[in-house]
């Protein structure tokens, strides 16, 4: 698996996020040789953290971004058909409070506009709720100067990372060289061209030399750090901004949408899992996207907001928080929430005179597909300006579901469990999943250290407990597998204690 060496592809895909992994699996569905490295694991980056919406974004109307609504509810549709393991309808409750005839007529005009860039929706349509109808609804909310609320459906993919993880899975099983923990350290040039990488390969402990025809940065807020030695401006092509989730006991029967009182900015509550995600903010960011997290300022914020909205809930009691980086194309001048959340493929043969390299700047996991299928489109033109066929080069991915949408992998772990009755029994006493998906996850999808198992390939890692109660189990089960002795156990203990340490600064029991 780990045999990158010495390889020649068509297509170098840097950056394992759900921008990375979606163009690795377009690409290898058409038939390119391609390769893709991610620095840390598949979907530990940006992709993780965020509110876990497939929408078009009421939000974007009021930036009059008709044509990203319109074409993130297509990816929506998609979606819901190629993951339906994945991505879920949801309701969604936006309530009013004694609100002005102006604002009435506003939130009208923008819930049928929200309907009309999607008429060829299956969700079901929009609808008004009286007071009474949305306290039976939602019983937590505040009752006080309720009027009623909009009903509105979009999707939700709780467990993201599976999305990238199955993306990843699908282009491997295409002929894409796969590898996670092997950072892309530089690039490989031949006068004006790039051709390809040298890669630190953490766990084989190598430096590995990828060849490729053509290279795509894929690396989401990192971009201007990993494009800065190929630019000679060097103004930066992101702005970046921080947003963050607190993850909370449930606290509502519905998804809400609310406008925070303090500064009139949207924001969610949501169930999640077991439990209510409510989020997020929106502030300026230049430090590492890796280091990012949540302030108190941060979370006070939140948690004021949402106890305006449901005066009884459990916001006093965070289990955990989780802080992401959002890659902009740059706008100056303008606020953070203003800033247009469309993308940009950056060709830099033409912008900064050197070939054999894209950039993709910016886009959401809504729209990943699309991105994918775009800059697959235009790496396939640049590497077989005439194709056999119009065919032989389009892409399938609108139409070809992810490889767990037809039971396959719960199938693959069955099988497992039916093996060794030991790996059919869970590992956690406040978590159902059995030990038998653990080790699927290292011997079919790269996991390598205990965060990649228990935070991007099972949810146990999301559950309350984070998986803490059981973290020794997971050492010994998965150790073996891995070639860790007992000293090399705890450190990996240690290690993953350290990589959730961001994410339980404030969790109160
Ligand atoms: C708070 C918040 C809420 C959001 N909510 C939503 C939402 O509800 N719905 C939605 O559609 N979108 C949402 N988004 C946007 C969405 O999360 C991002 O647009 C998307 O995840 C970006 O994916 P990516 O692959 O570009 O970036 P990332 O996931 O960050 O992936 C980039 C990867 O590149 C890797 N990398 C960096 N440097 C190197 C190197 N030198 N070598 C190898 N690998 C490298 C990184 O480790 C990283 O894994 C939200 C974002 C935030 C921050």
Redesign the pocket.
């Known amino acids: 698996m780990r045999s990158l060496s010495g390889r020649t592809v068509d297509l170098l895909v840097?950056?394992?996020?759900?921008?990375?992994a979606g163009i690795a699996r377009d690409a290898a569905l058409r038939g390119l040789a391609v390769a893709l490295?991610?620095?840390?694991d598949f979907?530990?980056?940006?992709?993780s953290?965020?509110?876990?919406?497939?929408?078009g974004g009421l939000r974007y109307l009021e930036l009059f971004d008709f044509a990203l609504v319109r074409s993130d509810m297509r990816e929506r549709e998609i979606l819901l058909r190629i993951a339906p393991h994945l991505v879920f309808p949801l309701p969604f409750l936006l309530p009013l409070y004694r609100p002005s005839l102006w604002y009435q007529a506003k939130l009208r005009i923008g819930m049928q506009l929200y309907d009309a860039l999607s008429l060829d929706k299956t969700l079901p349509k929009r609808k008004w709720l009286g007071r009474d109808e949305t306290l039976a609804a939602e019983p937590a909310l505040d009752p006080d100067g309720l009027t009623g609320a909009w009903r509105f459906y979009d999707a939700q993919v709780p467990l993201v990372e599976r999305l990238v993880i199955e993306n990843v899975v699908d282009a491997a099983h295409h002929g894409a060289l796969v590898l996670n923990h092997a950072?892309?350290t530089s690039y490989l040039r031949e006068g004006d061209r790039v051709t390809g990488a040298v890669v630190r390969d953490r766990i084989g402990d190598a430096d590995v030399e990828v060849r490729a025809r053509l290279t795509v940065n894929?690396?989401?807020?990192?971009l201007d750090r990993?494009i800065a030695p190929l630019r000679r401006d060097a103004k930066p092509l992101l702005r970046l901004t921080k947003?963050i989730h607190l993850v909370t006991p449930r606290a509502t029967k519905q998804a809400h949408v609310l406008f925070a009182k303090r500064d009139g900015r949207l924001f969610f509550v949501l169930p999640w899992l077991d439990a209510t995600i409510v989020?997020?903010t929106d502030t300026d960011y230049d430090g590492d996207?890796a280091d990012a997290a949540a302030t108190e300022e941060d979370v006070r914020y939140l948690q004021e907001e949402a106890r305006r909205a449901f005066p009884n809930a459990p916001f006093d009691q965070i289990y955990f928080t989780w802080a992401?980086?959002?890659?902009l194309v740059r706008e100056e001048g303008v606020s953070e929430g203003e800033v247009s959340r469309k993308h940009a493929l950056r060709d830099h043969e033409r912008r900064d005179g050197i070939a054999g390299v894209l950039s993709?700047v910016g886009?959401?996991?809504?729209a990943y597909r699309a991105i994918a299928e775009e800059v697959a489109d235009l790496a396939a033109r640049k590497l077989a300006p005439e194709p056999k066929t119009p065919e032989a080069h389009a892409s399938s991915t609108a139409v070809a579901p992810l490889p767990g949408a037809d039971g396959s992998r719960a199938r693959e772990i069955a099988v497992l469990a039916a093996g060794d009755q030991s790996l059919a029994v869970p590992l956690c006493p406040h978590h159902q999943g059995v030990a038998a998906e653990m080790v699927h996850a290292v011997q079919r999808e790269w996991a390598r250290t205990i965060g990649d198992v228990l935070l991007r390939r099972t949810s146990l890692g999301l559950a309350a407990c984070q998986g803490l109660d059981c973290v020794a189990a997971v050492a010994d089960l998965i150790g073996p597998l891995l070639g860790w002795d007992a000293a090399r156990r705890k450190i990996e203990i240690d290690a993953y204690c350290r990589e959730i340490e961001p994410m339980r600064r404030f969790s109160v029991a």
Do not use: C, F, N
């Open positions: 840097i950056g394992g996020g759900i921008i990375g490295v991610e620095q840390d979907a530990s980056g940006t992709t953290r965020p509110t876990r919406l497939i929408h950072r892309a894929a690396t989401g807020p990192w990993t947003g989020g997020t996207p992401g980086v959002r890659a993709v886009g959401k996991i809504t």
